[in-house]
């Protein structure tokens, strides 16, 4: 069984630059991809980044160009950079595993979840 635990959240004014990190322990193999999800109140959980397990990577439209997600397999760790935030990217953020997965950014496609490190951009 994959467990996983983030940190790194916290708080930021608009521009600045965050970095989350997933530690990722238990059952690893080669057919796990990886995801960071954010969640707002009221609002359903959002896919903003994904590593596939070839290694290609993916993200929505909101975040490309302003995140960066990468993995670092000697630490079974991955990591979200945040730079350019926006008080829209507020929320609290997920990291999430999942074996075999087609769609990078679809919440159904993952298993396992950590349990949220929040996130806050003031203006």
């Known amino acids: 069984q994959v467990k996983l635990q983030e940190s790194g959240g916290g708080s930021v004014q608009a521009g600045g630059s965050l970095r989350l990190s997933c530690v990722v322990s238990g059952n690893i193999d080669r057919s796990i991809g990886m995801a960071w999800f954010r969640q707002t109140p009221g609002e359903d959980r959002e896919g903003v980044a994904n590593?596939?397990?070839?290694?290609?990577?993916g993200y929505s439209n909101s975040v490309k160009g302003r995140f960066t997600i990468s993995k670092d397999n000697n630490k079974n760790t991955f990591d979200l950079q945040m730079n350019s935030l926006k008080p829209e990217d507020t929320g609290l953020y997920y990291c999430a595993a999942g074996r075999y997965v087609a769609d990078g950014l679809a919440t159904h496609e993952y298993t396992t979840w950590g349990q949220g490190t929040q996130v806050t951009v003031s203006t």
């Open positions: 590593i596939y397990n070839d290694g290609r990577t």
